[in-house]
């Protein structure tokens, strides 16, 4: 595997793996337990970008975890969301378009 992939190349493989219904960065239960949000606040966005910029500090998918087992309940379950609305748009964009 090449050992030269930068933080934004890692984070677009979690998305592309997710795309398969894979999340290694998440506990089954969080995505379970989960209240799915469609619409983030503009706020709510900063926050997520802000969680994202940290856990891209980390190249090991094990520090990433533990960055999501910090974090509060709250701004867990808002990373995860805004991980699956970019999960969902990406498949939504790469989808055959009817002719």
Known sequence: MN??????EEMINLI??????????????WIEELDIKNKLSNEEIKTA?????????????????????????????????AFINTVEKQILNNRPKIQ
């Open 3 to 8: 050992q030269t992939l930068n933080k934004d």
């Open 16 to 29: 592309h793996i997710a795309q398969k219904g894979h999340y290694p960065l998440f506990q089954q239960n």
């Open 49 to 81: 970008n802000a969680i994202t910029a940290r856990l891209k500090k980390h190249k090991n998918i094990e520090r990433k975890k533990i960055i999501l087992f910090s974090l509060s309940k709250k701004d867990r379950d808002l990373f995860i969301n």
